[in-house]
């Protein structure tokens, strides 16, 4: 007697994660992304849990001719970890993390979170560049450049990456570091999720144990971000500083008539000695009055976590980013005159410093293209209700609009949206084309094309 196998049933043979489909009880959740704005209903979910997981799926992906899309910590504001129709996969159960502490390393798999690596790496003192929220995952973030609370001192995310495994379009696992296929390796550190599936990735760690951090408050005022870019130029590696423009928390540090009410916030992570705090803190009161504020030692990765219960999944997102190589009066007037209609409580801008060790590291030596920045500006609506999407994206669009004339024609691309491709080549500018080559040898036929698309 002949049976058909049906093709579905070829890939459950073929992997030992979950394979979920519509119909199945699981599928709304795993469909689930960290936007909300991005409600869309894969053909096929693989809940990979190793690298042969991964292979099958991108294999069974191409044979069928179904979109394919990565999901790491599924945090893409773009949506780039979900797709209509297509196949998800879904690395969330491949998290472990394993530290060498003797050789200040880690290895970590492709569906870890900043919270477990930088629980991982804390044990020994340990820590690397990474997000402001834990839940991130450390794959999209590193492979879109990194920035984080320890930027100035060590350097992007990317720029500590010492090594990668990935599954190529073609079904390959082919490891890469600065000796093994140094091409890859060149673009991964910022040049996205273009080449394949990163499957795990090797960090340099540095010692990095308890910080000096948290925010203080001022009133919205044009004079603030002035004095902000002054001291960040003057202030010793140590010290991240990141300018947030939001509205007032409601926090028992912040006075309740600040609550709702537009400021300036600075977002702080201090890596140096205790000693040094109080200079920290009269750098900080030089900013301008200080209305609220919150500081205090704690171990590093509790940094990360301050606006994770602020940020939980489910939260509708549309966002824009801009390089800049100063904070020029006109790009001071447009986050002035947009803060002061920041359209919801969970909407912020930040503008993070990416000075200090990211210049060490020169424009060609790796993907990320901008090392003459000296800053990144991550701006954009966030808010609850769907009825309220039309509003908040229009506010973001106008918000880019007067913001582009005083910065550079690129931006971070794990800023970018989905209607950013246009603005691809001008944010990887003089390394663009040496992109191209790299694309048209791993993923000629552009598999991974949910993502800011190099096309081959």
Known sequence: MTTTT???????????????????????????????????????????VDAGDVRAAVLYAREHALPLAVRGGAHSVAGFGTVDDGLVVDLSRMRGVRVDPE???????????????????????????GGAVSTTGIGGLTLGGGMGHLARRCGLSCDNLIGADVVTAEGSLVSCDAER?????????????????????AYRLHPVDV???????????GDVARAWQEMN??????????????????????????????????????SGPAEEDEKVLARLDGLGPVVGRFMDRMPYPVINTLFDEQLPPGLLHYWKGNFSR??????????????????SMESDTAIFPIDGACHEVGPEETAFAYRDAVFSHSFGGTWTDPADSEHNIAWTRAYDRALRPHTEAGGYVNFMDTDDQDRVRVNYRQNYDRLRAVKRRYDPDNVFRLNQNIVP
């Open 233 to 270: 130029a003057a202030s010793p590696v140590e010290l991240n500083v990141i300018l947030v423009v939001a509205l007032g928390p409601e926090e028992p540090f912040l006075p309740e008539r600040w609550h709702g009410r537009p400021v300036c916030a600075a977002f702080t992570c201090f």
């Open 181 to 201: 296929n140094p091409d890859l390796f060149w673009a991964l550190r910022g040049g996205g999720g273009n080449f394949g599936v990163v499957t795990s990735l």
């Open 211 to 221: 910080i000096f951090g948290g925010i203080t408050c001022y009133p919205l005022d």
């Open 326 to 343: 100063g904070l020029s009066d006109g790009a001071i007037a447009a986050h002035m005159e947009f803060g002061a209609t920041m359209p």
């Open 103 to 129: 050789a200040r390393t880690a290895r970590a798999e492709g569906g870890a979170t900043w919270g477990d690596f930088n629980h991982a790496t804390h044990a020994f003192g340990l820590a690397t560049t």
């Open 6 to 48: 049906h093709p579905l049933d070829t890939l459950r043979g073929a992997v030992r994660g979950t394979v979920v489909t519509r119909g199945d009880p699981s599928y709304d959740v795993s469909r689930r992304v960290y936007n909300a704005l991005h409600d869309r209903r894969p053909a096929v979910v693989v809940h990979a």
